[in-house]
């Protein structure tokens, strides 16, 4: 953990935090984590699902974020658009005889 720490440090403050600072996209692990789950949020918008905008906001290793709702979606879920529409269709009702 302490040579991590150390390569991703440059002077006495992480990379992300001086990129953060400077008004330029950090390129942290949670920026990373929020686009991620701001992707799933929108693919489960656009097959239908009511997701909220807005998740929580906070600082985290020195850079403010905004984080959207915490959607994880495995890739046996689906990794395309189209596998996870395929998980959201109804078969058509048929009205009883």
């Known amino acids: 953990?302490?040579?991590?720490?150390?390569?991703?440090?440059?002077?006495?403050?992480?990379?992300?935090?001086?990129?953060?600072?400077?008004?330029?996209?950090?390129?942290?692990?949670?920026?990373?984590?929020?686009?991620?789950?701001?992707?799933?949020?929108?693919?489960?918008?656009q097959c239908g699902?009511?997701?909220?905008?807005?998740?929580?906001?906070?600082e985290f290793a020195g850079i403010s974020l905004s984080m959207p709702p915490l959607v994880v979606l495995l890739p046996s879920f689906g990794s395309s658009l189209s596998d996870i529409k395929r998980r959201f269709s109804v078969p058509p009702l048929t009205p009883p005889p």
């Open 49 to 58: 699902a009511d997701i909220p905008e807005l998740g929580s906001e906070g």
């Open 1 to 45: 953990m302490q040579a991590y720490a150390q390569c991703a440090r440059h002077g006495s403050k992480p990379r992300g935090v001086v990129m953060w600072r400077a008004g330029l996209p950090a390129e942290s692990a949670g920026t990373a984590e929020r686009d991620a789950m701001a992707l799933n949020c929108r693919l489960l918008r």
